[in-house]
């Protein structure tokens, strides 16, 4: 069955990077778009962007503009997700999830709390 | 980016009620709305996509209306385990695919 593993929680200072994986398992790696979201302790959902794992194009919300890179490598079937230069603001559960164009997020990933603190 | 603005951000309202939310999109997004409902700790799950479309197994008490920019969700009988949060969310694929802000529903 459909599957998304993401990498085990993390703990940052202000300044620093963290990138988050998530593997994929029981489809076809690229015939997805991997879509990444956040949710901040006792906050809403936030959308930051997605990756199209077969041709590697990205959108990007804007307010991460230039500081979030989203990859993928369809060898391993796993897309990653790094944040740049956080601060306590990004502390929050970040999740993948899956879609097809035109289809709503069905899937998703078991969520990776990132915790920025100095 | 477009925006999508949910109200009200919380309701309180009795078992049986009739119950309501809206989200607006700053605009136009045709039919390509998706409402989820989520749990605490739960990841969000989908109830009513392409803006009117029930989603396989989830309570006919739930039904969703609109287009392009106005949308509403309607549960028709508020029950106990409908107690959740609730987020609409566009995915045209022509725009970012923005969150609303979300609706606490709570028993009365």
């Known amino acids: 069955q459909v599957q998304l593993v993401q990498s085990g929680a993390e703990v940052k200072k202000p300044g620093a990077s963290v990138k988050v994986s998530c593997k994929a398992f029981g489809y076809t790696f690229t015939g997805y778009y991997i879509h990444w979201v956040r949710q901040a302790p006792g906050q809403g959902l936030e959308w930051m962007g997605r990756i199209n794992p077969n041709s590697g194009g990205t959108n990007y919300a804007q307010k991460f503009q230039g500081r979030v890179t989203m990859t993928s490598d369809a060898s391993v079937s796993t897309a990653y997700m790094e944040l740049t230069t956080v601060t306590s603001d990004d502390t929050a559960i970040y999740y993948c999830a899956r879609t097809r164009t035109g289809t709503p997020i069905l899937n998703w990933g078991q969520g990776t709390l990132v915790t920025v603190s100095s | 980016d477009i925006q999508m603005t949910q109200s009200p951000s919380s309701l309180s309202a009795s078992i049986g009620d009739r119950v309501t939310i809206t989200c607006r999109a700053s605009q136009g997004i045709s039919k390509y709305l998706v409402w989820y409902q989520q749990k605490p700790g739960k990841v969000p799950k989908v109830l009513i996509y392409?803006?009117?479309t029930l989603q396989s197994g989830v309570p006919s008490r739930f039904s969703g209306s609109g287009s392009g920019t106005d949308f509403t969700l309607t549960i028709s009988s508020l029950q106990p385990e409908d107690v959740a949060t609730y987020y609409c969310q566009t995915y045209n694929s022509d725009h970012m695919h923005t969150f609303g802000g979300g609706t606490t529903v709570e028993i009365k």
């Open positions: 392409a803006a009117s």
